[in-house]
């Protein structure tokens, strides 16, 4: 999938990948798309939750090898 940049938050424990997300995502225009790696268990959920809160919109993800893939359109 398309996307304007790449966050690669593998490695970061809870909160970070969120945290490193929020920064990322302020960075790009509104309709822009983020793609976001993480290996922490509790991304799906943390992300899922923090994208409908914030008003961005999560376009797919996945998981590959233990890497959690998100691509995020920015609100």
């Known amino acids: ?41 509790g991304a799906q959920n943390d992300l899922t939750a923090w994208a409908k809160k914030t008003g961005h919109e999560i376009l797919d993800s996945k998981e590959e090898n233990g890497v959690f893939k998100f691509w995020i359109r920015k609100g």
């Open 1 to 41: 999938m398309d996307h304007n940049k790449l966050l690669d938050a593998t490695g970061l424990a809870c909160p970070m990948p969120i945290v490193k997300t929020k920064k990322s995502i302020d960075e790009l225009s509104s309709g822009q798309v983020l793609e976001v790696h993480a290996t922490d268990k």
